[in-house]
């Protein structure tokens, strides 16, 4: 069973037109990150939740927010995505506290900016 | 601030065959985590394999070993008997074990593709 659920997988926008993307999970995790993965490059790491405290990446633009209304969700908000902004976007989760140091991801969410 | 580098962007191997692929990595830390995940076309990032660097001994699952070297901070992964599933996108990834929500730095990736 999937335990880290990205919605939607596929989103369409036009250029200025907000987009939320949707990241779930049923590990308990208490981190949760963002990554944005253009193509063929490596994910970079937008930001991070460690429970309700939020960590901005130093270089992440304004445009990019996020929510974490419970342990369970974290949203990803694009207030006015930009033709540069289409990727695929990354959720993962992972344990803080437990000596494993692996990361959970989601399928990702690919968007589209026409 | 810690890098990790993967110097093949691509590498084929013919199937049931072996190939290793490269990674190195920068760190002042001493105590640490490395990963390869691999990642399907269109489908999730998953973990191959994960390295302690406090553990001498290289961490093996199944076909999947790697060759950890601290002192040269290498961290190979070795596929053996090379399945068609195994083409994907591989990154080597570091972690810090310092702090409890560090996040992973990744490498760039290393195509495989698997020729039957």
């Known amino acids: 069973d999937a335990m880290v659920i990205q919605n939607p997988r596929y989103q369409v926008t036009q250029f200025g037109k907000p987009v939320t993307l949707s990241c779930s999970q049923t590990?308990?995790?208490?981190?949760m990150y963002w990554y944005q993965q253009k193509s063929s490059q490596a994910p970079k790491l937008l930001f991070h939740y460690y429970d309700k405290d939020f960590n901005n990446e130093a270089d992440t633009p304004d445009n990019f927010q996020s929510r974490r209304p419970n342990t369970s969700f974290c949203f990803l908000d694009i207030r006015s995505p930009g033709l540069g902004d289409a990727a695929m976007y990354l959720c993962?989760?992972?344990?803080?506290?437990?000596?494993?140091?692996?990361?959970?991801f989601g399928e990702g969410s690919r968007l589209t900016v026409l | 601030a810690q890098t990790v580098t993967q110097s093949q962007p691509e590498m084929s191997v013919q199937e049931a065959e072996t190939v290793t692929l490269s990674c190195t990595y920068d760190?002042?830390?001493?105590?640490?985590?490395l990963f390869w995940y691999k990642q399907p076309p269109s489908r999730q990032m998953i973990l191959v394999i994960r390295q302690e660097a406090y553990k001498q001994q290289n961490a093996t699952e199944n076909r999947f070993s790697v060759n950890f070297q601290k002192a040269a901070k290498s961290f190979s992964l070795k596929i053996s008997d090379s399945q068609l599933g195994d083409a994907a996108m591989y990154f080597c990834?570091?972690?810090?074990?310092?702090?409890?929500?560090?996040?992973?730095?990744f490498g760039k990736g290393t195509r495989l593709s698997v020729i039957a």
């Open positions: 993962a989760t992972f344990l803080a506290g437990v000596g494993t140091g692996e990361l959970f």
């Open positions: 590990l308990n995790h208490n981190v």
């Open positions: 760190t002042s830390e001493s105590d640490y985590y």
């Open positions: 990834a570091y972690r810090s074990s310092n702090s409890g929500n560090t996040p992973l730095v």
